[in-house]
């Protein structure tokens, strides 16, 4: 079956514009989690969103960062004004949802700001 | 704060030879500790996973150890194999959140 899937899969964008990360989740799974991962690092997290509960946005790094999941399904990931810090990998996993903790990984977007 | 940790950031490994991979967490409350494989230009794989009522388990090739005594986890691959280079990661599940909780990594090189 489909697993998850992210675009672009490359992203270069110049410094002040704003991002916007897609991801789709595996159907059927009502967890949906967004990480970053900077060059030979761990993974960040972000944001959570579980069914129609209020998303968990504690690992968000700034206010120009911020993120949506529409129908329960898709999600995008909004970066306002880019900076260089900013450039990574953001990683998209879906899981089963409540107790089931094992999430599936989607390939990530690489963003470069220039 | 909650922390999940790694001995060895790097581990290099002949080829055919047993491979162990360590990890320490810090979060009591975590019932249930995962492995992931990280190739290069790729997402998380999972590899396997264990929760705190038990010890050991066993994959094909792997086997991850859990020792809540001393807060420690440990992934085992057996005649490690040139595709098994990769960075690994354990993450727990810090109690009863649905979120998880990643460690650093460590980048295995599987020497032929």
């Known amino acids: 079956g489909a697993g998850v899937s992210q675009s672009p899969s490359n992203k270069v964008t110049e410094k002040g514009k704003d991002v916007e990360l897609r991801c789709d989740p595996i159907?059927?799974?009502?967890?949906l989690y967004w990480y970053r991962q900077s060059l030979g690092q761990g993974l960040e997290f972000l944001i959570y969103?579980?069914?129609?509960?209020?998303?968990?946005k504690s690992g968000l790094p700034s206010d120009r960062f911020s993120a949506e999941r529409t129908g329960g399904s898709v999600s995008t990931l909004t970066i306002q004004r880019t900076q260089q810090e900013d450039s990574a990998v953001y990683l998209c996993?879906?899981?089963?949802?409540?107790?089931?903790?094992?999430?599936?990984f989607g390939p990530g977007t690489r963003l470069t700001v220039t | 704060g909650e922390s999940v940790g790694l001995h060895l950031p790097t581990l290099s490994v002949q080829e055919g030879d047993n491979s162990i991979i360590n990890c320490a967490y810090s979060?009591?409350?975590?019932?249930?500790f995962i492995w992931y494989k990280q190739e290069s230009g790729k997402g998380p794989q999972f590899i396997i996973d264990?929760?705190?009522?038990?010890d050991k388990r066993q994959g094909q090739r792997v086997t991850v150890l859990l020792n809540k005594t001393v807060k420690h986890l440990s992934l085992q691959i057996a005649a490690t194999q040139p595709g098994d280079s990769a960075v690994y990661f354990c993450?727990?599940?810090?109690?009863?959140?649905?979120?998880?909780?990643f460690g650093t990594g460590t980048l295995l090189a599987v020497q032929p």
């Open positions: 996993a879906s899981s089963q949802g409540q107790g089931a903790y094992e999430q599936y």
């Open positions: 159907s059927g799974h009502t967890a």
């Open positions: 969103f579980q069914g129609n509960s209020a998303p968990d």
């Open positions: 979060n009591s409350a975590s019932d249930y």
């Open positions: 264990i929760r705190s009522n038990m």
């Open positions: 993450a727990e599940n810090g109690g009863a959140t649905n979120k998880l909780i």
